[in-house]
């Protein structure tokens, strides 16, 4: 998006081409105080709000207010250059249903500017998704629950079901022939759980995969196939066998994707022991990072301190990360992660970090944790979001861009118990509802023509503009 700011006049008059003589010119401004800017309607937390809705906030600076900006999830939709200050929203109706973040900032006619302020509303009605936009499935008929897609270079979906098959999407149409199976344990939140392409996979066809093997005693596996067009060359090839797991059959984690470094990066849930998140002595409760090969990197941030697999941890501290995603244009990882009793998280991909779990979930301050850049509760207090497992990751940055370039880089992300898909503006931290997707979505992704994929249940929903 564009910002634009005050153009400033030169002090110095100009006559006849030259200077007038006897005026001299002005020094430069030396303020560089920024102005302060407060929202004023809606009030924080107002519900339900529908229709025309007019917004409108108060600013202060001692040289001078030039403009007031007004923005609704990080778009700005309106500004204004003199008090009162406002904007108008012709209807509520233009957004989905649900809750959005209403953002003010001022800028001073020295061009300083204020962070935005925002605060949070939400908008009722029964609007599924923004007016301009359109859901629609684009195949279905799979065999059991789908958990997570890939997008070729080609434009092919490689698609993992929960029960072991992988299977292509070719131009919307379903390949009736699985591109391999691989023999699963499916209890509860087992089974397989993630795919990547490799980096070269225009050359090398190298499909990677996490799932739960009984193979040996149960236990999570990252493996690798060859394609060979729309079907695997041969069976896969064990990279890594993470340790057994316990009794417990949920917090299995299972995202994998190849960063810009060219290691895969695996997350790994704490198989239902909060002790095991931050310590490094076991890799449950972790974000894994792993050579192409699957060897382990010899600059992963505790390669010196931690010994045999558990070298591979590159970051700590998680319940569940089931999804995660890595921003393309700029190496950004988001890692959602999937609370107990009160909050979901989104948190920012550092080597070396410390997520807190299970000492601490959802917003907080202790010492050497990394908060999360975006927390909500399983209440609608106090943050208005309402759900209970955050589930699906994608960043928008398609070869087409169909949604606009004011989506250009957002983050989106889905609420499997809400069915709410749900966009973030990563340049302002804002959040807002974008779609009512429809019961258990499992995750996200986005095609080579731009159109955001959501799978929930055996189908694959697409959503276009």
Known sequence: MTFRTPLLRSA????????????DAPTASTDSTAPTAALTSPAAATEGLTGALTLTATANDSAGIATVDFAIDGT???SDASAPYEANITSTAAYASGTHTISVRATDVNGNRSSWVSTYVTFGGSVARPSTFSQATLVSGFGSQLTAIAVAPDGRLFVTEKDGAIRVVRDGLLNPVAFATVTVATGSERGLLGIALSPDFGTTGLVYVYYTTA????????????ALGDV??????????????????????????????????????????GSLAPALTSVFGKILRYNADGSIPTDNPFSGTATGGNRAIWARGLRNPYTFAFQQSTGRLHINDVGEGSW???????????????????????????????AYGHTNSPTLFEGAAIIGAAFYEPLNNRFGSGYTGDYFFSDFDSGMLYRMDVATGAVGAFASVGSGPTNLAVSLDGTLLVTIGTRIERITR
């Open 12 to 23: 110095v008059t100009l006559t006849m081409g030259a200077l007038v003589l006897g005026c």
């Open 76 to 78: 700005i939709v309106g």
């Open 215 to 226: 193979q040996g005693g149960v236990h999570n596996r990252i493996s690798v196939f060859q």
């Open 232 to 273: 695997a060359s041969s069976v896969d090839q064990v990279l890594v066998d993470l340790p057994a797991l316990s009794s417990a059959e949920n917090h299995n984690g299972g995202a994998m994707a190849f960063g810009a470094d060219g290691k895969l990066y695996v997350a790994v849930g704490d198989n239902a022991n």
């Open 344 to 374: 979901e998280e989104i948190n920012l991909g550092r080597a070396g970090a410390d997520y807190g779990w299970p000492s601490t979930e959802g917003p907080t301050s202790a010492s050497g944790v990394d908060a999360p850049i975006f």
